[in-house]
């Protein structure tokens, strides 16, 4: 099944910190994808204006949350009060607990950063905080479906365990991706 969601069909949010694009608005009772897609409970796009704070979820549940910075770099702090960077290309996976206070920051005092963050349900409810981060290079993405996060973490992907396949590509003008789904899967 291919359940296709429209960019004009996204939530935008814009205040004096970023622009925010929701695919799944749990405020919109009429929205279909209102709780997500499967084990994918939030997608956000983020467009962050220089020196400002970077918007985060409002967990009820503790998550798995990926992030990727396509453009600029991401000063944040994550499980155990650990402050880092994220830069552009690269990918970080985080198990958070809704106590957790997260929080992140576009570190340019003169670019925007351009951030997209997926929310996933935890498999299980003891896992402890950590964190992961890849760099996916354009090379490695450009023209085909690069996994950048599965179940076990096969081909060097991220490992969500859950039962998701995330890919990424960087696709050129006039060129396309065929991505055939197996029996019973979603995207």
């Known amino acids: ?63 798995l949350i990926l992030a990727y910075v396509r453009e600029g770099k991401i000063i944040y702090k994550g499980p155990w009060e650990k402050h880092g960077l994220l830069a552009q290309n690269e990918f970080q996976l985080m198990n958070v607990s809704s106590e957790m206070k997260q929080y992140g920051f576009n570190a340019s005092h003169s670019d925007d950063a351009h951030v997209f963050q997926s929310g996933f349900v935890l498999n299980g409810s003891d896992l402890e905080p950590g964190e992961i981060k ?23 992907s991220l490992p969500i365990r859950q039962d998701v396949q995330m890919y990424s590509t960087r696709i050129m003008n006039g060129n396309h991706i065929v991505h055939e789904l197996n029996p019973g899967r979603r995207a």
């Open 134 to 156: 890849k760099l996916f290079s354009h090379a490695e993405r450009q023209g085909v479906l690069k996994l950048i996060a599965s179940s076990d973490g096969k081909d060097d």
């Open 1 to 63: 099944m291919f359940t296709l969601r429209m960019s004009k069909e996204r939530r935008h949010i814009q205040n004096e910190h970023q622009n925010t694009w929701m695919t799944f608005d749990c405020e919109n009772k009429a929205d279909p994808l209102k709780d997500g897609f499967g084990a994918l409970k939030t997608f956000n796009e983020n467009i962050l204006l220089p020196d400002k704070e970077l918007m985060t979820f409002q967990m009820k549940k503790n998550m």
